[in-house]
């Protein structure tokens, strides 16, 4: 069964960038469509975005609140999902969770804190 | 997109069943057989627990089933149990190839 580790997490300020990745253990992720998922301190979660195959595309998907600002890549020869974050804002502070489409398979979530 | 509307809490008694309904539009939850439900306790990552609205994930109990009519989705937990006690969420496909998840359900076992 595949696993999923996110790493990248940590403090900024308001305005700054991080790129947090989540890296796939025990099967292949390169078929896999991949999504983001953050829930805030104490919220529900949320629905980040999500990356289609290189086979279907390699597209993505954005929700309103990240678009223009987050981008999802790739790199299926190093089984790595990564997500790009600018323009950070307080309300992104959040736990992110790496997980495939259909959301069978999460990793542990790594913390994001913006401070302003 | 808005987050799918779900009740903040639901309660029932050990042994009893309980359906939490997740109510969206037919650009969502109505036009896509793309429901699924996962079920979270405390400082853990949520679990897959229905897929495709009807569909058990691999290992979920027969006691969790889910259904959907119209724009609502509904799980439902039969023969309640401890472990049941959690938060609950929806989420559906939507027409922008989005994906949208409940505001969540927390389920108490009295």
């Known amino acids: 069964e595949v696993r999923l580790v996110e790493s990248g997490g940590g403090l900024v300020k308001v305005g700054g960038s991080l790129r947090l990745s989540c890296v796939g253990s025990?099967?292949?992720?390169?078929?896999?469509?991949m999504s983001w998922v953050r829930q805030a301190p104490g919220k529900g979660l949320e629905w980040v975005g999500r990356i289609k195959s290189k086979r279907d595309g390699e597209t993505a998907d954005y929700s309103a609140p990240v678009k223009g600002r987050f981008t999802i890549s790739r790199d299926d020869s190093k089984n790595t999902l990564d997500l790009h974050m600018s323009g950070l804002k307080t309300e992104d502070t959040a736990l992110y969770y790496c997980t495939s489409d259909i959301m069978d398979v999460w990793g542990q979530g790594t913390t994001v804190t913006v401070s302003s | 997109q808005s987050t799918l509307t779900q009740p903040a809490s639901v309660s029932g008694s050990p042994g009893q069943s309980i359906t939490i309904s997740c109510t969206g539009t037919?650009?969502?939850?109505?036009?896509?057989?793309?429901v699924s439900w996962f079920q979270q306790h405390p400082g853990k990552a949520p679990k897959l627990m229905i897929y495709d609205v009807t569909n058990r994930a691999s290992g979920v109990s027969d006691r969790f089933s889910g259904s959907k009519s119209g724009n609502t989705a509904s799980l439902t937990i039969s023969g309640l149990q401890a472990e049941d006690e959690a938060d609950y969420y929806c989420?559906?496909?939507?027409?922008?190839?989005?994906?949208?998840f409940g505001g969540g359900t927390k389920v108490t076992v009295l």
């Open positions: 025990g099967g292949s992720l390169t078929n896999a469509w």
């Open positions: 989420n559906s496909y939507t027409d922008s190839g989005a994906r949208v």
């Open positions: 037919s650009s969502d939850v109505g036009g896509y057989d793309h």
